[in-house]
Nanobody, 124 residues
Framework: QVQLVESGGGLVQAGGSLRVSCAAS????????LGWFRQAPGKGREFVAVISWSGGNIKYADSVKGRFAISRGNAKNTVHLQMNSLKPEDTAIYYCAASTDGHGQLEYYDYEYWGQGIQVTVSS
């Protein structure tokens, strides 16, 4: 069983920065891909970023490329999302997710485990 717990969300002004983190429990999680998705009010769940089990494969949505950075802790059971130059359209609930396919998946249906989500609000 894998459990994911997000932390670090909150309110920030446009142009500011915020870091969200996810702690994953379960001894096999080191072999999993860890990703971030987000869901804004009235919209579907959107891929944000993913990092493979080794950290060697990282992908971003075009909307966040150059502003967000995903990283994995040394023990490989934590994942962080550093968000810079935030925009009001980045406002959403951010979800951490884990996929047993360790190579880095882009689609939400490839992820078996999900966190509860954490609110990120960017004011204009």
């Amino acid at each position: 069983q894998v459990q994911l717990v997000e932390s670090g969300g909150g309110l920030v002004q446009a142009g500011g920065s915020l870091r969200v983190s996810c702690a994953a429990s379960g001894r096999t999680v080191r072999a999993y891909s860890l990703g971030w998705f987000r869901q804004a009010p009235g919209k579907g769940r959107e891929f944000v970023a993913v990092i493979s089990w080794s950290g060697g494969n990282i992908k971003y949505a075009d909307s966040v490329k150059g502003r967000f950075a995903i990283s994995r802790g040394n023990a490989k059971n934590t994942v962080h999302l550093q968000m810079n130059s935030l925009k009001p359209e980045d406002t959403a609930i951010y979800y951490c997710a884990a996929s047993t396919d360790g190579h880095g998946q882009l689609e939400y249906y490839d992820y078996e485990y999900w966190g509860q989500g954490i609110q990120v609000t960017v004011s204009s």
